[in-house]
C-alpha cells in the first residue's frame, strides 16, 4: 500500500508499506513526537508580516525527508550507497527538527532552549515512540541517527546532506518559506543541484560538478536575500520583539508569585518558573501552549503583561529604527531613548527593545573555522566555492541593530539628537 501526502512545494511525496524503510518513515510520521510539529510553524511570527506563512515544522521536515530521497536517488546512479546509510539519512533528514520549541527560534532566544540538543534526546529517549521504532528497525539505529545528526556518522557526507551549507534543510525551506511567504527571492534552480550533486570518495564528501557552479551561486543567493528581506524583516522581528518581552514579564512575576493565570501543573508552569524539562514534558509545549496563555494575560492584573499581550494578539506592533551609528553615539541614543519611553509611562525594560542579528552568507569565506564548506568542480579540481566565484566573495557578511519601541513614543524617539 502507498502512502501519499501531498504537498505545496513537492507536489506528491509517496512511500510504499511494502518497502522496510519506506514503512519505518510511515511509522516515524504517525508517532506523537512528529505529530507534534504540526503545531509549531516553520517560520514562527513570519505571519504577521507575510500572512500566508502558517506552513508548520511538520510539513517542512517531510519536503526535507523527500529531498533526501531526491538526492540519494540521483547519487546511487553513479556511488554505491549502503542500505544503512541510506535509511540513517532519510531518518536524520526527516526528524533534524523534531526538538523544535514553539514559534521556531524564538522561545530558545527567551528560555534558553537548543533545538538541535533536544532533537537528539528525543531520539535517545527510550520512552520516546520515535526511539521504539528506530531501535524495532535496528537497535542500534537511533544513536546513528543522532551521529548524522551531529556530524559524528561514517560515511561523512551523509551528516554534510542532513546539515552543512549546501544540505537539504536548506533546500526544502527556500523554495517552501519562498512560496509561502509570496517573497519570491528563495526560488532557485533545485533540479539542477541535485543533477549535479558527487561525492569525492576520497574526501568523503559532497561536491557539485562544475555545470552546477552557476546553480549552486543563485542558491547561496537565494539564502541571502532570504534573510535580508524575509527572515530580517523589521515587522517580522517588532513581533518577536513584543513576544519576548511578554515572555520575560512573565517569567518575572512568576518568580515573585504576581503571575495571575498560569494553568496549574502545565508545562507552562514549568517553562516560566526555569524548571528544567524532561523529554516528556518537553513534547508536550508547542505553540498553542504560549498562544493560550498570551490570550488570557489580556486580563491580567500586571499593567505591563495585560497591555504587551493586548498589543500582540491585536498585532499593535513596536516601531524599529536603525542604530547606524558609532558605538558611543549608538550608547547616548539608547539612553536618551530610554528616557523618552519612560516620560510615556512605559518601562522600558519590556517597551524599549535592542535587536540584533547577523548572518553570513557563506562560512568559510569570512570566517575559516566555520561550518563545512561548499565544494565546487573548476577545471577538474575540487575546491572551496569562495575560491572561484566573486558571487559568493561578494555577498559580504552583515548585521542589524534596531531599536524596538511603542508607536506612541515615535515622535520623541525619532526626534532625538
Excluded at 546511487?76 to 533528514?93: C, K, L
Excluded at 515587522?235 to 496549574?264: D, H, P, W
Amino acid at each position: 500500500m502507498e502512502r501519499i501526502y501531498r504537498d505545496p512545494v513537492h507536489n506528491i511525496i509517496a512511500l510504499s508499506e511494502e518497502r522496510d524503510d519506506d514503512a519505518l518513515l510511515i511509522r516515524l510520521i504517525n508517532t506523537p513526537e512528529f505529530q507534534r510539529l504540526r503545531y509549531i510553524k516553520q517560520l514562527g511570527l513570519a505571519l504577521y508580516t507575510y500572512q500566508g506563512a502558517e506552513h508548520s515544522r511538520f510539513t517542512h521536515s517531510l519536503g526535507v525527508m523527500h529531498v533526501m530521497t531526491r538526492v540519494l536517488d540521483q547519487l546511487a546512479r553513479r556511488y554505491t550507497i549502503s542500505a544503512e546509510d541510506r535509511i540513517v539519512a532519510r531518518v536524520a533528514a526527516m526528524l533534524h527538527d523534531i526538538g523544535h520549541g514553539p514559534f521556531s527560534h524564538i522561545i530558545e532566544k527567551v528560555l534558553g532552549q537548543n533545538h538541535e540538543r533536544w532533537t537528539m534526546r528525543i531520539i535517545a529517549d527510550a520512552a520516546t515512540r520515535v526511539h521504539q521504532c528506530l531501535a524495532e528497525f535496528d537497535r542500534a539505529l537511533p544513536e546513528k541517527v543522532i551521529a548524522a545528526v551531529n556530524h559524528r556518522y561514517r560515511p561523512a557526507f551523509v551528516g554534510e546532506l542532513v546539515s552543512s551549507q549546501l544540505d537539504v534543510d536548506r533546500f526544502d525551506y527556500l523554495l517552501r518559506d519562498s512560496l509561502m511567504t509570496g517573497a519570491k527571492y528563495g526560488n532557485y534552480d533545485l533540479e539542477w543541484i541535485i543533477h549535479a550533486l558527487e561525492i569525492d570518495e576520497q574526501n568523503d564528501r559532497i561536491y557539485v560538478a562544475s555545470n552546477g557552479f552557476y546553480a549552486v551561486e543563485e542558491y547561496l543567493r537565494a539564502r541571502y536575500y532570504m534573510f535580508r528581506q524575509v527572515y530580517f524583516h523589521r515587522s517580522l522581528r517588532s513581533a518577536e520583539a513584543v513576544l519576548m518581552s511578554i515572555l520575560r514579564r512573565a517569567v518575572e512575576l512568576m518568580k515573585v508569585g504576581k503571575l495571575n493565570f498560569i494553568v496549574s501543573d502545565s508545562v507552562m508552569e514549568r517553562v516560566l518558573s526555569e524548571e528544567e524539562l524532561s523529554v516528556a514534558e518537553y513534547l508536550l509545549f508547542d505553540d498553542h501552549d504560549v498562544m493560550f496563555h498570551i490570550k488570557q494575560w489580556r486580563r491580567e492584573p500586571d499593567p505591563i503583561l495585560r497591555d504587551l499581550s493586548q498589543r500582540f494578539i491585536e498585532r499593535r506592533l513596536f516601531k524599529t529604527i536603525d542604530l547606524d551609528f558609532e558605538e558611543k553615539e549608538r550608547s547616548i541614543f539608547v539612553e536618551r531613548a530610554r528616557s523618552r519611553v519612560a516620560a510615556h509611562g512605559l518601562n522600558p525594560d519590556f517597551y524599549l527593545i535592542e535587536d540584533r542579528a547577523a548572518d553570513i552568507p557563506y562560512y568559510s569565506y569570512y570566517r575559516p573555522e566555520g561550518k563545512t564548506r561548499l565544494h565546487i568542480e573548476r577545471n577538474g579540481v575540487i575546491c572551496d566555492i569562495a575560491k572561484v566565484s566573486s558571487v559568493v566573495r561578494g555577498m559580504r557578511g552583515y548585521e542589524l541593530h534596531r531599536l524596538c519601541f511603542p508607536p506612541e513614543a515615535a515622535e520623541a524617539i525619532e526626534g532625538i539628537k
